[in-house]
């Protein structure tokens, strides 16, 4: 979450901003972070007199994965990410792993 208010407040310097009024973020299921705990995170950081009044904004981006064998798309039901078309074990994750800043609303 700092590296985002960081990256977040350097963009609203560059535009000459005196507000950050909303940040978006886009969060996929398998990144390693925990939307709740983000969410809770940027609470704490409200607080702080700066983040006061910005709203935080989340997307959140399903894993999907497309099948080695036969290109199939599809989203995992379980950890072994197992082909619902063909069987095929090896699959490329496609979507899931994000953790982005989206976008920056200043004032």
Not at 47 to 63: I, N
Not at 64 to 78: F, G, K, L, M, T
Not at 92 to 101: C, F, I, N, P, Y
Request: with cysteine; glycine share 6%; net charge negative.
């Amino acid at each position: 979450m700092d590296e985002a208010c960081r990256l977040a407040q350097a963009a609203a310097a560059r535009d000459g901003a005196t507000r950050i009024t909303r940040i978006w973020l886009r969060l996929g299921d398998c990144c390693g972070v925990d939307a709740d705990a983000l969410r809770l995170a940027f609470a704490v950081m409200q607080e702080q007199q700066c983040w006061h009044q910005t709203q935080l904004e989340l997307e959140l981006v399903p894993t999907r994965c497309r099948c080695s064998r036969c290109q199939c798309e599809y989203r995992p039901v379980d950890l072994i990410a197992v082909c619902p078309q063909c069987g095929g074990l090896q699959a490329e994750r496609v979507s899931g792993q994000e953790l982005e800043l989206v976008g920056v609303e200043v004032a």
